[in-house]
């Protein structure tokens, strides 16, 4: 739910009509629950490469900001992106950390993620000195990477 009572949904296809469904991504959507009217949509762009490169059929999602923009989830693909009400990609980013025991390619899925402002991190008054070094795991699969 945001603020102003509309819903922010990921939705990834897989239930959409019609069926069989036509070759399609996924799309994040504000809609008013009070109208049932879509507000607001971002379905990856107004070609259909793009509109299908935008796909994820689980564990993806989208945080509207306070800022007014959208901080959306591709958990498939490791790729968390920021866009305007303009529907305008701001900053994009693909987890470089993979796990390479899921088959031939590298697995970057990423579950969940949630930007933070400064202002909403109870941030320590003093960091620690010296500061921590990179965890044994992400050292390990750091040595892993072929590439």
């Given at each position: 739910?945001?603020?102003?009572?509309?819903?922010?949904?990921?939705?990834?296809?897989?239930?959409?009509?019609?069926?069989?469904?036509?070759?399609?991504?996924?799309?994040?959507?504000?809609?008013?629950?009070?109208?049932?009217?879509?507000?607001?949509?971002f379905n990856g762009g107004d070609k259909g490469t793009e509109k299908a490169r935008f796909k994820s059929?689980?564990?993806?999602?989208?945080?509207?900001?306070?800022?007014?923009?959208?901080?959306?989830?591709?958990?498939?693909?490791?790729?968390?992106?920021?866009?305007?009400?303009?529907?305008?990609?701001?900053?994009?980013?693909?987890?470089?950390?993979?796990?390479?025991?899921?088959?031939?390619?590298?697995?970057?899925?990423?579950?969940?993620?949630?930007?933070?402002?400064?202002?909403?991190?109870?941030?320590?008054?003093?960091?620690?000195?010296?500061?921590?070094?990179?965890?044994?795991?992400?050292?390990?699969?750091?040595?892993?990477?072929?590439?």
């Amino acid at each position: 739910m945001l603020e102003n009572g509309n819903i922010l949904v990921f939705d990834n296809g897989l239930n959409r009509n019609p069926k069989p469904r036509p070759v399609q991504g996924s799309r994040v959507l504000e809609i008013d629950p009070r109208s049932n009217e879509l507000i607001w949509e971002f379905n990856g762009g107004d070609k259909g490469t793009e509109k299908a490169r935008f796909k994820s059929d689980i564990i993806s999602g989208a945080q509207r900001l306070s800022n007014g923009n959208t901080l959306i989830i591709n958990g498939l693909q490791g790729h968390l992106f920021e866009v305007n009400p303009a529907k305008k990609i701001l900053w994009d980013m693909i987890n470089p950390y993979a796990v390479y025991t899921t088959g031939p390619w590298p697995n970057n899925i990423i579950f969940k993620a949630r930007r933070y402002g400064a202002d909403e991190i109870n941030w320590p008054e003093k960091l620690p000195v010296p500061l921590p070094k990179v965890s044994l795991f992400c050292s390990k699969m750091r040595a892993q990477r072929a590439w």
